[in-house]
């Protein structure tokens, strides 16, 4: 397969002398938050708690990721700030066995092919790793390298959920650890699939009334952006729970079902009665 998408990236170099480079506009997403409901938390961040409770051996609905062309975009990369900074990408075309397809996006600082390519299938794989309910969301990825000096990083990954139609997430390489990086992308693609059915809709009080129930919060990063972050973090722990109990401390477990089982009740009515995990297997 990587052999294929090479070949392919090659021919292009071939037929781009002969038209012209196509242009088009990402644009970035920003938000602020408003202020915590408890002064307690129980973790730091979500993903370093329960690492790998979904690895690159599990099940994927990927199929086939295919080179498409190169083109020159304006996106948000926060290495760079908080305006849009044009760059060059290999576009890619991911399909899947069920769902939407997704255009993945390569930034050109990779430069050989062989990078771009493998680079390209393994978050080809990775998307198709995502419960259906949270990839049904997820239009395009956009992946850039890591920070020159990775202690100045104020962003790993990042999600843009402005339109209805066309969301989608950040990656940076290197930036999240090689087992931690599914569960950063279930909490991404948790900003694009979730939050907008509640933060700042007419549901909103359905999700706070559940906070001020548990009187604590999964992690600091949930309490300190209560209207941002707290369902992305909070969807982490419930497919721990709900679909990986098999993976997490016995311990944490019973920590997670008992300081926010109304967060978890609130996802299992909403995943459990209109929507798909697979290819994860779920149940209460």
Known sequence: MKTKIVKSLKNYFIFIFLIF??????YSYHDTNAGSHSDKFMYNYMYPIVKNIVNKNDPTTYEDVKFIKKETRATWDKRYGDSLYEASFYVFDAKFQLGNNVKVFINSEFQTHEKIAEIALKYSK???????????????????GP??????????????????DNRG????????KEKEEQEVAIHEAAHLAVDTLYYGTKNHSIWTDAQLKDSIFITKYAKKNPNREDIAESIVAWI????KKDRIIKSEYKKIIKNIPNRLKIFDNYIFNNMSTYPLVCKK
């Open 169 to 176: 997430f950040y990656i940076h390489t290197e930036m999240v």
């Open 21 to 26: 480079k196509s242009f088009n506009h990402a």
């Open 126 to 144: 990775m998307l198709g790793q995502l419960p259906v309910f949270l990839k049904k969301e997820v239009r395009w990825i956009i992946i850039h």
């Open 240 to 243: 721990a729970v709900r679909c």
């Open 147 to 164: 920070w020159k000096d990775k202690s100045k990083c104020t962003c790993m990954w990042y999600a843009d959920p402005r339109y209805p």
